[in-house]
């Protein structure tokens, strides 16, 4: 797609979807039909996803808004104000000068280059990601790997998106997975043929510059049998967004003995409502783990889900939630145990501070027939200041008898003894709460490949700091 | 006594008249305490007398608000200092009860402690030589470098560890609050040497204990006699076994007579 002159690009158009190459670049505000098939048709869809996208349209008006998370916010959203489309070509059209400066400096404060600051704030592609990416490509494609952006994806694996997509989560799964699959854009898919092990992690980092950084991504991963890969989302620059609401929908398959390993860091802008819905399927003996940080955003509400549906399948969710001033983490995890022998663990860790509130909302579901089934839940808050909360909202269903279920919550708040300690060995009073924050996160950061796991303790410091955002 | 090492030198620490306490109770009441170069004072007390308190209040804790006196550490008035602060300027506790930091490796919070102490980073080989010859010194297996901080010690891993921390962070005063206590006899011998070591090298020690074995490897100047709050008697390292074989009760003075200095000896 080309760029176009960025002078264009000011304002809002509304045009006809029928001239595709129209000077089109974002649809009005709100979500009708309308919208809907204007979406479909620039991206020249075909006929079933448009039907897929109105169906959703029908289930998203009909349905209400969750009465959990955080009702204020959700009550609070606008529909009809936000825009469901911008083509991606445009978005690079964003000047560096309309990047807010509390964004720039958290970049300046990152010790992120200038080209790489504007390569994350959308303004620019990093051409060195590119050839990054073109390499990688190069290697996986030779094992049969597809690695696409989901537009790509749809149009060149029409017969695998088909059979697929919408499977793990049907569009009437919740108000935001409707919303999404009838606005989706952009997103991921990937593909890993049978026996196939991928090296090193897919990052949807290395297509950045190919991706349309969409509120309403839509990925679709797709383990074939024995075969593995570990796929991360997101970069841990604080997300740029005008848009206030993201609603992601993420679909892993893990047929029988794949392993899917999902990492997640974001950090987005303080201005966003993050309400994404994640699922997995795993099948006879395969694994399913996600890895999900979540700092920025007003709310979050984000509980990434396994269905564990053959013998001997595998999941586990490790979360961290950082929840600062003004802000609400809702998240946690679901598992459903519909097979013998299946284990799952959940570790869930939120920190709270300045007034911050982190949720942790779980289901762990084990169904009549998951005999020797076992369960491992543990959540561990940690409160900074007297003003912070923590609160747990752990559901268990066990159906089955000889299922084993083990639950641990902590709440702990940061102790003056252990600070004392510290300074004692000369470190200053933020260095000794850092510290003990890190040592909180640590079996957190210690899945994370190396680069992410700096780039966490980095962004911790800043949020340690008081002034992001 | 044993010869004092830096008769008539400038104090490293002066404590004089300190009143301190929590939550509206008075536990230290009227400390005085003295501290020249090279010296190394003992304190014997009571449980409950006050001895950890007296530690804290030094460094700084939050928990304790002073309600008189005063303390100069190396010409300073250390109640002015914050508790980093006092770390930095060289002064050091080794603590009765160390906290555990889950989370935190040792390796790298000792990297840390050395970086904010000293005000230097040591190259990363450097240290790791560093920390490997410390820990050999006090029998602590390499293992422990990648655990983390005192969570899951045994009691006596965790003095070898504080131990090991005046050993790397160099103070000029180091307050050992009960380094001796909870160590098998082995123990005892190698974190002893520790200490002594430190000692040679010059650092000044206040040692809070109980029992008069840590004294055979490490000969204090002075012994105190702390109960209910102050410091009741001084003497020399005979004190020490007197108070081993006799116990405290022979020195409750009656009110009023308590707090005035050598009496009887
Ligand atoms: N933070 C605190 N809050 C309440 N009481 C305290 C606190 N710290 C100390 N105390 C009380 O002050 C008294 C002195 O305690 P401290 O720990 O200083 O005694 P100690 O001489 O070190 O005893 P031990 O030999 O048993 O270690 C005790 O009665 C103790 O309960
Ligand atoms: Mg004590």
């Known amino acids: 797609m080309e760029a176009r002159n960025p002078h264009d690009l000011v304002g809002e158009y509304r045009y006809g979807f029928a001239d595709e190459d129209c000077s089109v670049f974002q649809t009005r505000r709100g979500l009708d039909e309308d919208v809907v098939r204007q979406i479909s048709a620039i991206k020249g869809e075909p006929d079933w996803m448009l039907q897929f996208r109105l169906d959703a349209l029908r289930m998203f008006r009909e349905r209400p808004m969750p009465r959990w998370g955080n009702r204020e916010i959700l009550d609070g959203i606008d529909f009809d104000r936000i825009v469901y489309y911008v083509r991606p070509a445009d978005r690079q059209g964003t000047t560096w000068e ?10 300046e404060r990152l010790g992120i280059p200038e080209a790489e600051r504007k390569f994350l704030a959308g303004v620019s592609a990093q051409y060195e990601s590119e050839v990054v990416y073109h390499s990688i490509q190069d290697e996986i494609e030779k094992q049969g790997v597809v690695f696409l952006d989901m537009d790509s994806g749809l149009r060149e694996h029409p017969d695998l998106v088909r059979r697929y997509f919408g499977t793990v989560i049907p569009p009437n799964d919740n108000k935001f997975a409707s919303l999404n699959s009838a606005a989706w854009s952009g997103g991921t898919f990937l593909y890993v043929p049978k026996g196939v092990h991928v090296k090193i992690p897919l990052q949807a980092y290395f297509r950045i510059n190919r991706r349309d950084m969409g509120q309403f991504e839509r990925t679709l991963i797709l383990a074939d049998e024995g075969s593995s890969v570990h796929y991360i989302e997101g970069c841990t620059a604080p997300s740029y967004s005008t848009d206030s609401l993201h ?29 994404v819905t994640k699922r997995a399927v795993a099948h006879e003996d395969a694994t399913v783990e996600w890895v999900d940080g979540n700092l920025g955003s007003r709310l979050t509400m984000k509980y990434p889900a396994i269905h564990l549906v ?33 284990t799952s663990t959940i570790t869930s860790k939120s920190i709270s501070r300045d007034g911050g509130r982190a949720s942790y909302r779980g289901l762990v579901k084990v169904h009549p027939d998951a005999h020797g089934a076992k369960v491992s839940v543990k959540c561990d808050a940690l409160l900074l200041d007297e003003a912070s909360r923590s609160d747990t909202y752990p559901t268990m269903e066990i159906a089955c008898e000889d299922a084993s279920i083990g639950h ?9 003894d252990q600070v004392f300690y510290l300074r004692s060995r000369g470190l200053t009073e933020e260095e000794a709460t850092l510290t003990i924050v890190n040592g909180f996160i640590e079996p957190f950061v210690k899945e994370l490949p190396m680069e992410y796991a700096v780039e966490l303790n980095r962004l911790i410091r800043l949020e340690m700091s008081g002034s992001v955002g | 006594m044993s010869g004092e090492a830096a008769e008539g030198a400038a104090p490293i620490l002066e404590v004089r008249d300190l009143w301190a306490g929590t939550g509206g109770k008075t536990i230290l009441k009227g400390v005085d305490l003295v501290v020249r170069p090279g010296e190394v004072h003992a304190i014997m007390g009571r449980n409950g007398s006050g001895k950890s308190t007296l530690t804290h209040v030094l460094m700084g804790h939050p928990a304790y608000e002073v309600q008189g006196g005063e303390v100069r550490f190396l010409g300073r008035n250390l109640l002015e200092m914050d508790v980093t602060q006092r770390a930095r300027a060289g002064l050091f506790l080794a603590f009765q009860y160390p906290v555990a930091v889950p989370g935190v490796p040792v390796s790298s919070f000792l990297r840390t402690a050395l970086r904010s102490v000293k005000g230097r980073d040591v190259p990363a080989r450097e240290f790791r030589r560093t920390l490997q010859a410390a820990f050999a010194d ?22 070898r560890l504080e131990v090991l921390q005046l050993r790397l962070l160099e103070p000029t005063l180091a307050l050992l609050d009960e380094t001796d206590s909870g160590l098998d006899i082995d123990a005892l011998k190698t974190v002893s040497g520790g200490i002594a070591r430190s000692i040679e090298a010059g650092v000044s020690v206040v040692l809070v204990t109980h029992y008069q074995r840590i004294l055979q490897y490490v000969t204090p100047h002075v012994v105190h006699v702390f109960l209910d709050g102050r410091i009741v008697r001084t003497g020399g390292a005979e004190l020490a076994r007197e108070l081993e074989s006799r116990g405290y ?17």
């Open chain 1, 98 to 107: 309309e990047v807010p400066q509390g964004i720039k400096d958290t970049f």
């Open chain 1, 310 to 342: 053959g013998p001997r399948a595998r999941g586990e969710v490790l979360s961290i939630a950082f929840a600062g001033a003004g802000q609400h983490q809702d998240a946690g995890a679901k598992v459903i145990h519909a097979a013998p022998d299946t």
């Open chain 1, 247 to 275: 609603a992601a929908v993420v679909e892993l398959i893990a047929m029988k003995g794949a392993r899917i390993r999902y990492t997640t860091i974001q950090n987005w802008s303080r201005n966003v409502l993050n309400l």
């Open chain 1, 408 to 416: 641990e919550a902590t709440v702990s708040k940061v102790g003056d």
């Open chain 2, 138 to 159: 006090l029998g602590i297996p390499d293992a422990f470098a990648s655990r983390y901080l005192n969570d899951g010690f045994s009691g006596g891993e965790k003095k």
């Open chain 2, 249 to 265: 009760d022979w020195l409750d003075a009656p009110p009023g007579t308590a707090a005035s200095g050598p009496a009887g000896a």
